[in-house]
Every structure is written in structure tokens, then in C-alpha cells.
């Protein structure tokens, strides 16, 4: 059963930084490619990061390119988002997940951005 756990989120002010870990088990993990979502409320679910398996590459949407940087420790099987110079759009619950084969979605961490 493949569990997937995040955490790190918070409140924190607009131009603040949060890193974000997801811990994976169940699966190979080195072998998957990650990528990290997320939902706010009355929104669909987006994804606003991705790293391949070694971890060489790396995807962003415009929305956040620039400010948040994914990624892995494949040792600790364990992938992070570090986001920098947050925004009150960026208020949202996120969360990990393969890109291929999505295992069951976590709990998610919760991400508040307000002053």
C-alpha cells in the first residue's frame, strides 16, 4: 500500500517562504517521477511542480515559475517543494503524487498566505 504523506505547510505573510515534504513508501520511489499539486477552495486540482525520477528535470507553470523549486532525496525517499516569495493565490492545500500511476491522494498540508 502506498502511503504519501506531506507537511511543512503553515500561515505565513504574502513575500514569505514555506518548504514543503512529502514522504513516499510503498513504492520504488527512485524509478517515479513526482510532482506536487495543489486545490483551493471551488478550484479544480493543479499541479504546480514536477521532477523526474533522478531528479535532473524539472517542470513549472508560469503561475509559480521562479518562485518555487521542487526537489528529492532519493535516499530518504522523500520530495519537497521550497517556495519563496508567496503569494495570497498561493493559499491552498497541497499535495505529492506520482506522475504516472497516482497512488491515493494524502491528507495534503494546508498553505495560508495572508498578512
Known amino acids: 500500500q502506498v502511503q504519501l504523506v506531506e507537511s511543512g505547510g503553515g500561515l505565513v505573510q504574502p513575500g514569505g517562504s514555506l518548504r514543503l515534504s512529502c514522504a513516499a513508501s510503498g513504492r520504488i520511489f527512485r524509478f517515479n517521477a513526482m510532482a506536487w499539486y495543489r486545490q483551493a477552495p471551488g478550484n479544480q486540482r493543479e499541479q504546480v511542480a514536477s521532477i523526474s525520477s533522478g531528479g535532473l528535470s524539472t517542470n513549472y507553470p508560469d503561475s509559480v515559475k521562479g518562485r518555487f523549486t521542487i526537489s528529492r532525496d532519493n535516499a530518504k525517499n522523500t520530495v519537497y517543494l521550497q517556495m519563496n516569495s508567496l503569494k495570497p493565490e498561493d493559499t491552498a492545500i497541497y499535495y505529492c503524487?506520482?506522475?504516472?500511476?497516482?497512488?491515493?491522494w494524502g491528507q495534503g498540508t494546508q498553505v495560508t498566505v495572508s498578512s
Open positions: 503524487n506520482f506522475i504516472s500511476f497516482p497512488a491515493q
